[in-house]
């Protein structure tokens, strides 16, 4: 038999130094343990027996092929994006909005402000939702404040903020 990987189907397994039951337990194995099967062979009663790489045995109906299922890791909250900046595009009345992408960002969510505005508000001209930039057209003369903040299933990462003048 080539070796194969083997995993321990519940806890407690024992693991002996002979293949018979009323061997001593050298050791138990927890469920899921992967172990190295190198041999098999049948005692006295007819039970089928694995070898291991130790050379220790283990009851057969103790051991599977299929490995237990991983311990999802759990998704973080994204980190904020990074060098936010807001440009006037020449003489228009359009501005380029860009950053860096946070880590473990699927989206992002844009809001716009000026000093005369009430609260934020989102911005209109950034329709895909995961881009890492967009140009916001037509603005008057003032300044404009805006911020991104990355988004993923765990939640949302802080703000980040930037302006632009658009005089």
Request: with cysteine; net charge positive; hydrophobic share 30%.
């Given at each position: 038999?080539?070796?194969?990987?083997?995993?321990?189907?519940?806890?407690?397994?024992?693991?002996?130094?002979?293949?018979?039951?009323?061997?001593?337990?050298?050791?138990?194995?927890?469920?899921?343990?992967?172990?190295?099967?190198?041999?098999?062979?049948?005692?006295?009663?007819?039970?089928?027996?694995?070898?291991?790489?130790?050379?220790?045995?283990?009851?057969?109906?103790?051991?599977?092929?299929?490995a237990p299922p991983s311990t999802p890791v759990p998704i973080q909250?994204?980190?904020?994006?990074?060098?936010?900046?807001?440009?006037?595009?020449?003489?228009?009345?359009?501005?380029?909005?860009?950053?860096?992408?946070?880590?473990?960002?699927?989206?992002?969510e844009v809001e716009w402000s000026t000093a005369n505005s009430n609260?934020?508000?989102?911005?209109?001209?950034?329709?895909?939702?995961?881009?890492?930039?967009?140009?916001?057209?037509?603005?008057?003369?003032?300044?404009?404040?805006?911020?991104?903040?990355?988004?993923?299933?765990?939640?949302?990462?802080?703000?980040?903020?930037?302006?632009?003048?658009?005089?």
């Amino acid at each position: 038999m080539p070796a194969t990987t083997f995993y321990a189907v519940k806890d407690d397994v024992p693991v002996r130094a002979r293949p018979y039951a009323p061997n001593t337990i050298l050791k138990n194995l927890s469920k899921g343990t992967a172990v190295t099967v190198v041999g098999s062979g049948y005692n006295s009663v007819g039970n089928l027996w694995y070898k291991l790489n130790d050379g220790n045995w283990i009851f057969s109906d103790n051991l599977t092929k299929t490995a237990p299922p991983s311990t999802p890791v759990p998704i973080q909250k994204p980190s904020p994006p990074t060098n936010l900046t807001a440009k006037k595009i020449g003489s228009t009345r359009d501005a380029q909005i860009s950053w860096s992408a946070g880590a473990g960002a699927t989206s992002y969510e844009v809001e716009w402000s000026t000093a005369n505005s009430n609260g934020w508000r989102t911005v209109n001209d950034y329709k895909t939702k995961t881009a890492t930039s967009f140009t916001s057209y037509g603005h008057d003369k003032i300044v404009f404040k805006y911020r991104v903040r990355s988004v993923n299933s765990a939640g949302v990462s802080s703000w980040v903020e930037c302006s632009v003048d658009m005089r």
